[in-house]
């Protein structure tokens, strides 16, 4: 119910804004005993990190993150385990010459129009920098999880797709995109740079699979496991679209094609044909691999000036200069993934509560 | 938290089967003194109501609701308001021949991994039939926004779009498929009788605008609009994707393409050149519509046979005869629009409780 | 967070008016493949039903509970189980006469201030006859507990306390009162007869106590299994105070004799030579019973005329003819044990989620 | 539904452990635009500080808070403000020979039934240390209160009661005791010194009054005022039992003596005759002043040796020396007054949210 909360018995709470001293998460109702170190932590924050290519956002933070509480001899204790990581390279004054003008696709006029006020420093609680308090909560997740493989990787960048046909997993570690093919990681550098050097940017859309879900996770009717990705994806910044399995293409097949036939032989169940349900029936994990896609919007932070206006409502120009990742999305994969992570930790101890 | 509630302050918990003997909803946190009574839900759930034409399911079902609390001389008293809607037309027998067969695209087997056990007459709780009282819920929703209109339509059935130049909101509740264009709606009623006779279904995108929703109402950062409402619309049978406004478009717009520019002279803020953000920006709403587009994929339920396995084990066929929806998509739409209402009357209870 | 509901992962829902068409209750989260019908929760239903002697009200309720949802072939299936109760002698026009009086001890100025007007017949909401629900949720719950032993009864009535020398379980169900102590309960039949005859009421204390609760349920901080009963017993009409263990003794007692020393022996743990605790220490159950006790004050609604005013603020008179309880603590008891069992049902299963 | 978590739309979370770096709080759902800094937190727990005076624990602790995110040029901007206080007398070596066996009256075994291991620290999570965080929060609950005054204070230690015809609130703060009677303050002073001097502690009763909350807060059924406040007392260390009004002794009432009479002639409504009620009836505020009182077992780390049994079932015996309180319950009067505000500030906001 709480506004910064998300779960319901694994649940984690963020708080922070962009320039505020500090970021952090409280992860309440991890099971105990699990070993965790920051050093488990600190590797997810590090592929989210700004400042790593040229294609991310220039503001240099280390993010590191320190464990406060919930831990005891290296161990999980079952109580809230309190992660923060200090914002060092703050640049509030940066901001101060747009505090009273309202940014397109911001949320600068939404925020002030319920609130009143609203922290302009870098958009203050709703920049994306929260995100890094997400992604220490999934690591923690993750414990939870040994037998489940989580990978989120882009699959389209301004509207260029990867070839399927040359999906590789071991690539998507190897470019500053998480792309999964080499070609299309070549293609995405040129199109980003031209973005960037025109002061526009792009959007993207990431792939998120999990594998080893067994069969079982989830639960009628309102936190049904896709519900909950769902609520869970679009929360991420700048994310507009969700999809579970086929998705919108669903939409396109005919009953007979969009049906994933069964035939004997599964490890742990019937062998699916096919995956257009993206591992999800009625709500609840069928064994088979979740498959989630998400859209982001292009970064509304661009140089190219848009026309806007002030809090007094007078009309001007905005081009942000800043330190802005020209594609929002290619950061978004780690989110994505820790996101993922925390749905199905929370999903699988919400199951071990009802059916043991 | 609750596995069958949604909702934070305005919070609404469903029951029953589709061939149990009734189903239901407790609607909770209303506002007293609202003028209610029977006849301002049963035109809602007429719209839904299977058996209006060839296009739905022929299960014959009256969907007469009954108020039995929450209610007092004609307006709510604050207290829950007990909906329920007997189930008139059960044959369960028509299941029981498949009783032991996992139906492709359906939570048959999903449910027996999870549970163990599973009602499978029509469905049991998985059925669409529960979407009933959600709209009568929908129904109580509406009450607390009278500024608000939420309308539904179907864009796109088994790959034909409407045209959007033909739209005529008129037109949405003068053919059998909410269709906005009736030009589009000739070409579907082609189309779904061709599946109906093929023994096949179709799949189907809806969408949905509220306009009168003023800025301001959504909160940061996991009880945001658009992600409540994503839960909310994923949460629906045979729903496989959520977008809000450009949603998947937007991940192929350049960043100056997508900022919605804003200038002076809104009547109660900037006006905004277009609306991409689909009226919500930061998880909170920019006084602009609201719009949602959900993906419905091809009804599971269908003649021609598809392979599978039954509990044992054992490979077989199964095409389902019973009485089931072409398109589960039309009828989705008075259920999209009365999730819309549901999540729309909650957030403005939440933003009142904070912001005053 | 819903107004009308209880518990975490196992919860449930109540509404309905005492003179209404009906009160009923949605349980959800119960684990499947319970086997559970009717006549599993109608005895504790009987016990708790008024009319049944003297010493209750002498509304004629058969209390019939039915089963609507998420039992399956004698079996709970995992989804919502909604129980009805009609409500049979519904006698309304006994209340239109203070329809308009505010019945001192009541919540009607209360429920006024809050919602601008009221159910008054009978109390609407705020009457004890909702407890009715809650007792039907119980025996869902007794289910998922069946190594615990749950038993609640009468201490003291009028300030007449049983003597627990004399106390024998067996006596508890054999009298009107559930008093473990025959010579008491013989006391207060006469002081409740002397009460009734003067139009008068009295309070009573209730205990409970609930054995095989292993050590180990329960959850810091603020799911503490005393912070959860105290919530629990205090949302019980009429009740002013809850205690644990020594309760309000314990803080007469000095630390050496509060202190529940521990020998070796015990069964799963220590050997407690005491029980102040009541069986919680650090909100976490220690395996000892968990005892509560329970305040109710004496019944609000008596003959004996006493000064209030009505709704336009005019001073008057209000003795209350009706059909009431002389001591509305007695018909409390059994509803502690419904509370006392959906508390540990809800904890038992929480527990099992965080620590498997 | 969290662990650690505490209110519905006003919510606040606290983690931290006595002996870990920091402890700290998240408080979220603060409504925007009220002016708060450190300053108007730091008085109230400069109230729950140990070290005080003779009568409380030796651990020097100054309790400064930080405010890390959440208040934007010195006013709240509706997003999480999460407070930290750091952890600076810390000496976990005190605990490190007590570590392997279970201090009676304490949770180290139930933690230890529980979780499997146990952070001995001091007790860790279940320390008393863990109030401070909440004094915090309530500080800035009391912000959103304006026109409700609070007061705690301590009406009995070790049997001793206060004398009523004594009470002046102007005495509470002027002795080291929350006393509102100087005369028993002094007699107070000689008990704990006795008790101190002989190894043992004493218990102690806390009552608490807010007056000026309107009629209106509160909710049925589950949600009542009184409910929320027996959940926010009981979840405090040491408390095991709590009143509402006249809370026990109203079971020792007749009806017509337990009855709150009302006569014309009150501010907002009926003026009361008496306020037996405690200021809450049918779980919704009358407008008199809201009463708890609650009891506060003697501390339970003793220097007086009290058997028990370590890890490995071996019997030995303890005494506790380190740095204790000799009277846990004095202590425990702010804390209870931040409760009380806790619990008023998340109904007004409820309230505001149902009805306006």
Not at 97 to 112: C, F, L, N, Q
Not at 146 to 171: C, H, K, N, Q
Not at 231 to 255: P, T, Y
Not at 294 to 315: C, H, Q, W, Y
């Amino acid at each position: 119910m709480s506004f910064n909360s998300f779960g319901h018995v694994f649940r984690f709470t963020t708080w922070g804004e962009s320039h505020g001293p500090a970021i952090g998460t409280i992860v309440d109702g991890c099971p105990p005993g699990l070993r965790l170190s920051e050093a488990d932590i600190q590797p997810w924050l590090d592929k989210r990190r700004p400042g790593s290519s040229r294609f991310t956002s220039q503001r240099r933070e280390a993010d590191q993150v320190r464990i406060l509480s919930g831990v005891f001899e290296g161990r999980t204790t079952g109580t809230p385990i309190s992660l923060m990581i200090e914002n060092l390279d703050q640049r509030p004054k940066d901001y101060a010459d747009i505090s009273a003008v309202y940014r397109p696709g911001h949320a600068d006029y939404a925020y002030e129009a319920k609130y009143g006020l609203r922290d302009w420093r870098g958009g203050g609680r709703s920049s994306a920098r929260e995100t890094a308090a997400r992604v220490a909560a999934g690591a923690v997740a993750r414990l939870i999880l040994p037998d489940v493989s989580i990978r989120a990787y882009v699959v389209e960048i301004g509207g260029a797709a990867i070839d399927g046909a040359a999906f590789d997993e071991a690539e998507i570690d190897s470019n500053p995109f998480f792309c999964p093919d080499t070609g299309t990681a070549a293609r995405w550098e040129r199109l980003i740079d031209d973005a960037r050097k025109a002061g526009s940017s792009l959007g993207a859309i990431v792939e998120c699979v999990a594998t080893g879900v067994p069969a079982g996770w989830g639960a009628p009717i309102y936190a049904k496991l896709d519900s909950e990705l769902a609520a869970a994806m679009m929360s991420i910044n700048a994310v507009k679209g969700v999809e579970i399995g086929a998705g919108f293409a669903a939409a396109r097949l005919r009953g007979e094609e969009n049906a994933d036939a069964m035939r004997a032989g599964g490890d742990h169940g019937p062998a699916f044909l096919s995956n257009h349900a993206g591992g999800v029936a009625g709500g609840i994990s069928t064994g088979q691999p979740v498959v989630v896609r998400v859209a982001f919007k292009p970064t509304s932070s661009i140089l190219m000036p848009v026309s806007t206006v002030d809090r007094d409502g007078n009309e001007t120009e905005i081009g942000i200069k800043g330190r802005h990742d020209p594609c929002v999305g290619i950061r978004g994969a780690p989110v994505v993934e820790a996101m993922m992570a925390l749905v199905l930790a929370d999903q699988k101890l919400l199951h071990r509560a009802q059916c043991g």
